[in-house]
């Protein structure tokens, strides 16, 4: 017996429509007086992406109150995701508005991650990189260190190290404004040794090369617990322990402490690896070079002084003190850079970067100048500066004696220089 088997023809009349999913809608940010919380979502490779509207941003900035030079500041806050690498912020494109006076920020807004907060100034960006788009992102991750070299990871051990990087419409871009600068905090717990010498936990910027450039201005704060520092420019950003000191520090103990701090954060060098010189005088140019550093000053630039060449390692720090005003040269569009620097021309220095930094907020009077016998003989546009760093507590003289056209020595230097720095 044969069997033949028999094909059943297909069904062309049933047709299965499955339902599409509905995405899952991104919780809309709780609004609390002047903070926004939000429920952020995991996206690619371990990004995490948090998003508020301008409505949520303005309603915000209504609830807020101004912080320091009449700047109004909101607070995002950002929930942690379980297997999140990067928190990315995007914000609406239109708070980075560049139209307004004198280009200087009106707003900032404080972002509060598990890896960090970022405070952005609404001047961050220039009007030519954002033009036409709709948001940029501000993101922060525990950076990949596996291709930095070895001397860089011995220096850095289990430190953190954070990577910074911004976006407009999801694409990377090379982030640097000289002009507006954003401030990191990093949540840090210093080892016993560290908390010999707190001052001395620093903060290094490396660089697309894997070289450590030291940023100044990173300090720890015991009462926060935090790292804090300010940049200009995003990249990679460590963490470090960088405690210096010279065979001759001591000889002035009066101003030992001062000059390891101020080596340690790069704002003033040794004349070796193992002498610092504290009697010899500093020059023009070195001072200005460890003001700046010490100040955090920045400005784009695009003219220098006659006898700055753009080889000098002070060609930057010079450039940024005649734009900003700090400093006019000696005459005939010349600074003197090797020139030694008196006490009455770093006063003078010193109180208009100060202002600028906004540590100075009232001159000195020639009364302040009173218990000094040799007030006479400051030069007359030095009065009103000398006696702003008496009043300050930032200069004092030997005896009664301020000697204003004394020469300043490297010691002195540290000790006017840390004053400042903690001012």
């Known amino acids: 017996t044969v069997v033949q088997a028999t094909r059943t023809p297909p069904r062309n009349d049933v047709i299965i429509t499955m339902p599409t999913p509905t995405p899952t809608p991104t919780p809309a940010p709780v609004i609390e007086g ?3 919380k939000v429920t952020p979502k995991l996206g690619d490779k371990g990004a995490v992406i948090g998003e508020v509207t301008s409505a949520d941003l303005n309603k915000a900035f209504d609830n807020s109150k101004e912080v320091e030079n009449g700047i109004k500041s909101v607070t995002i806050v950002v929930g942690e995701v379980k297997g999140g690498k990067e928190y990315v912020q995007q914000l609406p494109v239109d708070i980075f508005s560049t139209d307004k006076p004198k280009g200087e920020a009106e707003k900032q807004i404080e972002i509060k991650t598990p890896v960090g907060t970022i405070i952005v100034p609404d001047n961050m ?7 036409k788009a709709e948001n940029v ?3 922060i991750a525990a950076a990949d260190t ?3 070299g070895e001397e860089v990871k011995a220096k850095i051990g289990d430190k953190p190290v954070i990577e910074l990087n911004a976006t407009v419409d999801g694409k990377v871009v090379s982030w640097e404004n000289k002009d507006a600068a954003v401030t990191i905090s990093i949540d840090y717990k210093p080892t016993a040794e560290e908390m010999k010498n707190p001052e001395s936990i620093v903060v290094w910027y490396i660089d697309g090369k894997g070289n450590i450039q030291s ?7 015991a009462a926060t ?8 420019h995003f990249s990679k950003y460590a963490i470090a322990y960088n405690f210096k000191t010279f065979k001759d520090a001591g000889k002035y103990k009066w101003a030992q402490k001062q000059i390891e701090v101020m080596v340690s954060k790069g704002i003033i060098k040794g004349t070796s690896e193992v002498q610092f010189s504290p009697d010899a005088n500093i020059t023009r140019a070195e001072f200005i070079d460890a003001l700046i550093k010490a100040l955090g000053l920045s400005a784009e630039f695009d003219t220098n002084f006659n006898d700055i060449k753009i080889s000098d390692s002070f060609y930057e720090p010079v450039g940024i003190a005649k734009k900003l005003g700090i400093t006019g040269g000696t005459g005939n569009n010349k600074f003197s850079p090797n020139a030694q620097i008196t006490r009455q021309e770093m006063a003078t220095f010193v109180v208009r970067a100060m202002k600028l930094a906004g540590k ?4 000195g009077k020639a009364s302040d100048l009173g218990k000094y016998s040799d007030t006479s003989k400051i030069a007359q546009y030095a009065v009103v500066t000398m006696a702003t760093l008496v009043k300050e507590g930032i200069l004092a003289g030997n005896g009664d004696r301020l ?4 020469k300043v020595t490297k010691a002195q230097t540290a000790v006017v220089l840390y004053r400042i720095y903690n001012k």
């Not at 940023?215 to 704060?221: A, F």
């Not at 617990?225 to 200009?232: D, E, I, N, Q, Y």
């Not at 100075?360 to 001159?363: L, N």
């Open 403 to 406: 000697n204003p056209a004394g």
């Open 125 to 131: 960006f220039k009007d030519s990189e954002i033009k």
């Open 34 to 36: 002047d903070t926004l």
């Open 215 to 221: 940023v100044p201005n990173g300090r720890y704060d």
């Open 225 to 232: 617990g935090k790292v804090t520092f300010a940049t200009t």
């Open 146 to 148: 596996s291709n930095l």
């Open 137 to 139: 992102g501000i993101s």
């Open 360 to 363: 100075v907020t009232a001159d």
